[in-house]
């Protein structure tokens, strides 16, 4: 089956710094990855999604890059502000049962 | 406003005590999922419902049970609970027939099984 996995459990940056979360798969069939942000006391939000024809997909401050050669996703925060606090989280799919990963605490000082 | 809502939000309970799990959705999504999330893990999926009178088993169903009778409504249902089900339980939806859309989710569920 897929597994998922993150390099780092926590990531501390400075306000206004640019932010990188990494992510990487093991099925090379997998064709829909997606971030979600996770704030105390909620649900997994939706941030951005690629799909495997692709290898980055731009949001609002937010960039999502899909290497497939080596199995890696990465998100790319701009300008990181105290409101993006949180655990951010990619997600695999490709089957009807979707892979999540454990999660990066991204850690925001003013 | 769009929403995914469970209820409760906290419950503590005792051992094989019958307890449901509600989960309501108002956009008219196909697809619901139950997930739960434990610490150093990542949300490992409970069962999944593709459409009405349709449901499936994720990774983890044991212990758990479904039902889709209307499109909106999908309960999560524990028989007899045990204290390896203690856990945070999100249910989620989606457009379409599988999990390749984004996901809305609920705020969650907290069960604590003494």
């Known amino acids: 089956g897929e597994s998922v996995g993150l390099h780092l459990p926590t990531l501390s940056v400075q306000e206004g710094d640019n932010s990188i979360i990494n992510c990487a798969y093991s099925?090379?069939?997998?064709?829909?990855f997606i971030w979600y942000k996770q704030e105390s006391g909620k649900g997994p939000q939706f941030i951005i999604d690629?799909?495997?024809?692709?290898d980055k997909r731009q949001g609002q401050r937010v960039t999502v890059l899909l290497n497939k050669t080596v199995k890696h996703l990465s998100l790319q925060i701009a300008a990181t502000q105290p409101g993006d606090s949180a655990v951010y989280f990619c997600?695999?799919?490709?089957?009807?049962?979707?892979?999540f990963g454990r999660g990066t605490s991204l850690i925001v000082h003013p | 406003e769009a929403q995914v809502t469970q209820n409760p939000r906290y419950l503590i309970t005792v051992t094989g005590k019958k307890l449901t799990v509600t989960c309501s959705q108002n956009?008219?999504?196909?697809?619901m999922s139950w997930y739960r999330q434990d610490p150093g893990l990542g949300l490992r999926q409970i069962y999944y419902?593709?459409?009405?009178?349709?449901?499936d088993k994720g990774d983890v169903p044991e212990g758990y049970k479904v039902s889709r009778k209307e499109k909106r409504n999908f309960p999560l249902i524990l028989e007899s609970p045990s204290p390896n089900q203690t856990s945070l339980y999100f249910c989620?939806?989606?457009?379409?027939?599988?999990?390749?859309?984004?996901?809305?989710f609920g705020d969650g569920t907290r069960l604590s099984i003494l």
């Open positions: 989620a939806s989606s457009p379409g027939t599988g999990p390749n859309q984004p996901q809305h």
């Open positions: 419902s593709m459409n009405v009178e349709v449901t």
């Open positions: 099925n090379s069939a997998s064709d829909y």
């Open positions: 690629i799909r495997s024809n692709m």
């Open positions: 956009m008219n999504h196909e697809y």
């Open positions: 997600a695999v799919g490709g089957s009807y049962i979707p892979t």
